[in-house]
Nanobody, 122 residues
C-alpha cells in the first residue's frame, strides 16, 4: 500500500525557516516524480515544487530563491527559507504524477500525503 507521510510543519515568524519531509512507503521515491503542493483556506491547491527521477527541479515563481526541494532515497524534503505570511498553508506531498506543478496540475497526481500545516506570522 502506497503511503506518503509528511512532517516538519509548524509556526514561525516572517523570515524564519522550516524543513518539510515526506517519507514514501509502498514504493521507492527514486524513479518517480514527486512534488510539494500547498493549499490555503478558500484557495485552490497550488504547486510549489517538483523533482523528477533525474533530480531536475521546478519551482513556483512565488518561492524561487527561497525554497529548495531535494530527495534522499525514500524521502523528499522542502527547505523553506525567508518565509512570508503568504506561505501560510497546508503543505502536501504528492507522488506519481505528471511532473508538473502548473495551475490545476494537482488533479493529475495519484498519491497524496495527509498534509502538514505551515503558519507564518508577521
Amino acid at each position: 500500500q502506497v503511503q506518503l507521510v509528511e512532517s516538519g510543519g509548524g509556526s514561525v515568524q516572517t523570515g524564519g525557516s522550516l524543513r518539510l519531509s515526506c517519507t514514501a512507503s509502498g514504493f521507492t521515491s527514486s524513479g518517480l516524480c514527486m512534488a510539494w503542493f500547498r493549499q490555503a483556506p478558500g484557495k485552490e491547491r497550488e504547486g510549489v515544487s517538483d523533482i523528477d527521477k533525474l533530480g531536475r527541479t521546478a519551482y513556483a515563481d512565488s518561492v524561487k530563491g527561497r525554497f529548495s526541494i531535494s530527495e534522499d532515497k525514500a524521502t523528499i524534503y522542502l527547505q523553506m527559507n525567508n518565509l512570508k505570511p503568504e506561505d501560510t498553508a497546508m503543505y502536501y506531498c504528492a507522488a506519481h504524477g505528471p511532473c508538473a506543478i502548473y495551475s490545476g496540475a494537482w488533479r493529475n497526481w495519484n498519491y497524496w500525503g495527509q498534509g502538514t500545516q505551515v503558519t507564518v506570522s508577521s
